[in-house]
């Protein structure tokens, strides 16, 4: 299994500015998954930014509702993170996350990390 993820990069955002970040899966992925991101920023550890399951139900770091939105697309194995309203303290990298359950074992899977720069 393999992780994608693009959006970020070497471009800066400005602060309240928007960006989209996605991230699909490859390989052999059995139905039953969630997808998510973490970050994290220089200096911090990785924290939870949002997470979403097969069915759309979805969890966010409470610090973050509203102004980020994760969403999927099954028949691609893609995950988006739309990230609105963008604050100086939002900068980080950005990983991608799979977690695939099979039976009463959990595999989890990673990406590469996406930068994220927002400017003041």
């Known amino acids: 299994v393999q992780l994608q993820a693009s959006g970020g990069g070497l471009v800066q955002v400005p602060a309240g500015g928007s960006l989209r970040l996605s991230c699909t899966a490859s390989g052999n992925i059995a139905s039953i998954n969630t997808m998510g991101w973490y970050r994290q920023a220089p200096g911090k550890q990785r924290e939870f930014v949002a997470a979403i399951n097969p069915i759309g139900m979805t969890s966010y770091e409470d610090s973050l509702k509203g102004r980020f939105t994760i969403s999927r697309d099954n028949a691609t194995d893609t995950a988006y993170l739309q990230m609105n309203n963008l604050k100086p303290e939002d900068t980080a990298v950005y990983y991608c996350?799979?977690?695939?359950?099979?039976?009463?074992?959990?595999?989890?899977?990673w990406g590469q990390g996406t930068l994220v720069t927002v400017s003041s």
């Open positions: 996350h799979l977690a695939v359950a099979v039976g009463l074992k959990i595999t989890e899977y």
